[in-house]
């Protein structure tokens, strides 16, 4: 036996975690699958959106990683709403106007799809936002929301999901965004923490902490939240 490799333990690991999540998320009325691989969390995904109509997307690095976006770009049934696309020189696609339409558009849709920032063990979905779109389609307007986790976002509590989101997603996804976007340069990239800061630039302003949902609104695999938890570390 090879001491040295740990693999399969950590597979288990965070399996057994993911499992336990799923358990929590499903007493709170929220829909939650638990799937091994990111070809098991495209499928699942593919599986569970309508065959034609309206696609709403939330920047999502998780969503990439596991090529739905690749995948849906390739389809002809959907009309896609997806305000974060940047040219090969790391622009924007779209200017700000059309941006906030394609926001709004997609708040409306047949399915929202995005990644979600902590998961914790007690089944809470939380999640911070610079514009509010993905956190805003957590609470209401998309007939079905699908939000995609790597088993790294597991959490033990909103104490934890906050300093996760604090201390690794906040300047992480700014550096993302200055390095590839060509956006400003923002304190928590220096800092190496949110300073909590008044930037025009900042990315996080908006706070969501979904803690179930109404079974008599939103339970159903046609409507509501869907949880996907990948046994990989995806995202950020």
């Known amino acids: 036996m090879d001491e040295r490799e740990l693999r399969e333990e950590k597979k288990e690991y965070h399996r057994r975690r993911a499992e336990k999540v799923v358990e929590n998320l499903k007493r709170k009325h929220i829909d939650a699958f638990f799937v091994q691989s990111s070809e098991d969390g495209l499928e699942k995904i593919i599986e569970l959106i309508p065959d034609q109509g309206e696609v709403g997307i939330g920047d999502s690095m998780t969503l990439h990683q596991i090529e739905f976006i690749d995948w849906l770009e390739k389809q002809e049934c959907y009309r896609v709403f997806n305000s974060h696309q940047w040219t090969q020189e790391g622009n924007p696609l779209h200017d700000d ?13 047949d399915v929202f799809l995005s990644s979600v920032n902590a998961v914790t063990m007690d089944g809470k979905l939380v999640n911070v936002d610079g514009h509010g779109n993905r956190a805003a389609a957590m609470v209401y307007g998309p007939a079905k929301t699908i939000l995609v986790a790597g088993v790294n976002k597991i959490v033990k509590d909103i104490d934890q999901a906050m300093k996760r989101i604090k201390d690794k997603c906040a300047p992480l996804n700014a550096i993302r965004h200055f390095k590839k976007h060509n956006l400003e340069k923002l304190p928590c990239i220096v800092e190496g923490t949110c300073q909590d800061c008044q930037s025009p630039e900042r990315i996080c302003r908006k706070t969501v902490i979904v803690n179930g949902q109404s079974p008599s609104f939103f339970c159903g695999e046609e409507k509501g939240i869907t949880a996907i938890i990948i046994g990989e570390h995806l995202g950020i």
């Open 97 to 109: 106007e059309e941006r906030f339409k394609l926001m709004r558009k997609a708040l409306v849709s």
